[in-house]
């Protein structure tokens, strides 16, 4: 199975701020990356499809970028909704598996 | 408006059986694959499976730590997906999500719209 290793866990910022998560695989995976925020009690919301694609509708404030066994999702300038936890998924190979999540949250 | 309900969630005893549904709306469910993925309390999300198609045969894939013990089906005419859990473990408690999948050629195939989840507690 393919690992993705989260980083950071956990990330305290401003609002304003910009922010990065990292997400790298344990193989190689082309492009074949989503991210996906998901706030407390609520189902995930899809965010960046194919690595670096933006989902019809998400703010032009996200934006992803990455190949192989390194992809990053940005965050400019933090709005209130943006605390949330965000979760990587590689869909590669079989079975899809997730990054363990990153909680962010208002400094 | 795409829509997923997920339902059939409760209260079994280990070893038990429970089948959760999920009922699709808005889009043309007979054209998409479907996957289960699951999340305990608490924590992280897990892919459970997936099922094609009818143009692919139906046929599934499912995360190891549930093959042999779920069974994922669907049933177009009535634009729903089922997920059959037998064998209930207390690591099997999670909240159920459905979701939809968007397979492209170029891009691969990826979740793109969720249910609000369904919630299975596994205790004696």
């Known amino acids: 199975d393919i690992q993705l290793t989260q980083s950071p866990s956990f990330l305290s910022a401003s609002l304003g701020d910009r922010v990065t998560i990292t997400c790298r695989p344990s193989?190689?995976?082309?492009?074949?990356l989503a991210w996906y925020q998901q706030k407390p009690g609520k189902a995930p919301n899809l965010l960046i499809y194919?690595?670096?694609t933006l989902q019809s509708g998400v703010p032009s404030r996200f934006s992803g970028s990455g190949s192989g066994t390194e992809f990053t999702l940005t965050i400019t300038s933090l709005q209130p909704e943006d605390f949330a936890t965000y979760y990587c998924?590689?869909?590669?190979?079989?079975?899809?598996?997730f990054g363990q999540g990153t909680r962010l949250e208002i400094k | 408006e795409v829509q997923l309900v997920e339902s059939g969630g409760g209260l079994v005893q280990p070893g038990g059986s429970l089948r959760l549904s999920c009922a699709a709306a808005?889009?043309?469910?007979?054209?998409?694959?479907m996957d289960w993925v699951r999340q305990a309390p608490g924590k992280g999300l897990e892919w459970v499976g997936r099922?094609?198609?009818?143009?692919?045969?139906?046929?599934?894939e499912y995360a190891a730590s549930v093959t042999g013990r779920f069974t994922i089906s669907r049933d177009d005419s009535r634009t729903s997906m089922y997920l059959q859990m037998n064998s209930l473990k207390s690591e099997d408690a999670a909240v159920y999500f459905c979701?939809?999948?968007?397979?492209?050629?170029?891009?691969?195939?990826?979740?793109?719209?969720w249910g609000q989840g369904t919630l299975v507690t596994v205790s004696s």
């Open positions: 979701t939809r999948v968007r397979a492209t050629t170029y891009y691969g195939s990826y979740s793109d719209y």
């Open positions: 808005g889009f043309t469910f007979s054209d998409h694959y």
């Open positions: 099922i094609r198609d009818k143009a692919h045969s139906y046929t599934t």
């Open positions: 193989q190689g995976i082309s492009s074949y």
């Open positions: 194919a690595a670096s």
């Open positions: 998924q590689q869909h590669k190979s079989y079975p899809f598996t």
